[in-house]
């Protein structure tokens, strides 16, 4: 435990110097927020109200732009085409959606399923959250910062209920946590440099390539390993690079009584800073977390899934206030899913209880999977946005946005499926082998 101290005052001491390189702050020098007020359409200049500024500041349409894509009265994200001119646009995004009843409505059910897989798997509702919001019509920075900060109080509800059932690692979760944050404050970094760049096109295209590739590698070798325990022809057991790590002394070696693992600590550090990272740029972490912890560190599945909620909680808590300082965040999204992700992380949580290893590894792997579909149609308009391909036609481009959103609901119900029925499976069975234990102590 002394160890533990000395690693997370360090990290402590060393913040102001990390937050000052790479903390939230204003948007970058090529991204204006703010208000258009008026629209001259002989010059095709607009005014906009920036954020923070008494004054407007005049920007001129860029080319092939129309008035008809400027939005009037709302709040936007506008990327400028420094190539052009200093006050060239390039690409405008309303940032905070209109809210209809049907959006309402999706964002709570998305929210319910999206907690229902956090508290099952430690990680889930992120990867499914984020593409949930931009298809909804979120730009990909506002979805990232509003899932950052509905997350970290689910988080704690669910890294709750998962340590009073005795599944939590609270000292494995701090030790991540502390490298966590740097990678958060790196994610932040690289995500406000794409929106420099490329504008809100380019991190849409960031957001979805990051999703496709990761969810694609880590989805099937979860899958792979979630058959083999199914079918019996493997064993639940520590895998056999975790074992070789686990054997390296090198100072500070940590004793994780929960996770039952004696490690170095600086076999931690790359999963933890992974996990920021991804976080902080994806607003997703836990499925690096998650596996990280199973095939790297060798906890089983079960801890590892509710130690990840600890390092959701504490990195959530942090990439918020830094995301808030940028002014990314629709808090209307956030309270919306997070009303609903309370009561489905509780559930999720409780799911645990009755099921084995292997169920949370095969709901994590085909969630993944088919969020992944979901993602990659969403590429090609991205291209197309950014001029990397050639414009897609109507018919393409509606095609493409129906997989996308359809795969999207196709993985919200498979998990809520599996989900379901294996804790009704295991609460029955659960049920009948406490009748048959009554049985016997009676005779």
């Known amino acids: 435990m002394k160890r533990l101290v000395l690693i997370i005052l360090t990290v402590l001491l060393l913040t102001p110097g990390i937050h000052q390189a790479y903390a939230g702050g204003p948007p970058p020098k090529n991204v204006v927020k703010g208000v258009f007020t008026t629209i001259d359409t002989k010059t095709m200049d607009a005014s906009i109200k920036v954020d923070g500024h008494d004054g407007v500041r005049v920007l001129h349409l860029g080319e092939g732009m129309t008035v008809d894509d400027i939005p009037m009265d709302k709040k936007v994200l506008v990327s400028l085409d420094t190539h052009a001119g200093p006050n060239v646009i390039k690409d405008v995004s309303v940032m905070f959606m209109d809210m209809t009843v049907t959006k309402i409505i999706a964002f709570l059910i998305i929210g319910l399923i999206g907690g229902l897989l956090s508290g099952f798997i430690g990680s889930g509702g992120a990867f499914v959250l984020t593409p949930a919001m931009m298809s909804l019509g979120a730009p990909g920075a506002v979805a990232v910062a509003s899932n950052m900060c509905h997350k970290f109080p689910k988080a704690m509800v669910g890294a709750y209920k998962r340590w009073k059932y005795g599944q939590a690692d609270i000292k494995l979760g701090l030790v991540m946590a502390v490298t966590a944050i740097i990678g958060v404050q790196v994610g932040i970094k690289i995500q406000k440099f794409i929106l420099d760049h490329w504008g809100n096109a380019g991190s849409n295209l960031y957001v979805s390539v990051v999703f496709v590739f990761v969810l694609v590698v880590v989805g099937a070798y979860v899958l792979m390993d979630a058959i083999k325990l199914s079918k019996g022809s493997a064993e639940e057991k520590t895998p056999v690079l975790a074992m070789k790590l686990q054997r390296i002394n090198l100072w500070p070696m940590m004793e994780f009584k929960v996770a039952k693992l004696r490690i170095s600590a600086w076999i931690t550090i790359p999963v933890g800073l992974l996990t920021g990272m991804l976080a902080a740029t994806i607003a997703v972490g836990g499925f690096i977390g998650v596996p990280g912890m199973i095939y790297v560190i060798g906890a089983s599945a079960l801890v590892s899934s509710a130690t990840e909620l600890v390092v959701a909680f504490i990195m959530g808590a942090w990439g918020s206030v830094q995301w808030g300082i940028s002014g990314l965040i629709d808090i209307r999204m956030t309270l919306l899913i997070l009303a609903g992700s309370l009561i489905g992380v509780q559930l999720g949580a409780l799911g645990t209880t009755y099921v084995k290893d292997y169920t949370i590894k095969l709901v994590m792997s085909a969630v993944m999977l088919i969020v992944a579909v979901s993602r ?52 029955v069975q659960a049920r009948a082998e406490e009748n048959a234990a009554g049985v016997v102590q009676q005779h």
């Open 376 to 427: 990659g149609a969403k590429i090609p308009g991205y291209l197309s946005d950014l001029n990397l391909i050639a414009a897609l036609n109507d018919k393409l481009g509606v095609a493409l946005n129906s997989v996308s959103f359809w795969a999207l609901m196709v993985a919200l119900a498979v998990a809520g499926i599996i989900i379901t029925v294996a804790m009704i499976k295991g609460m």
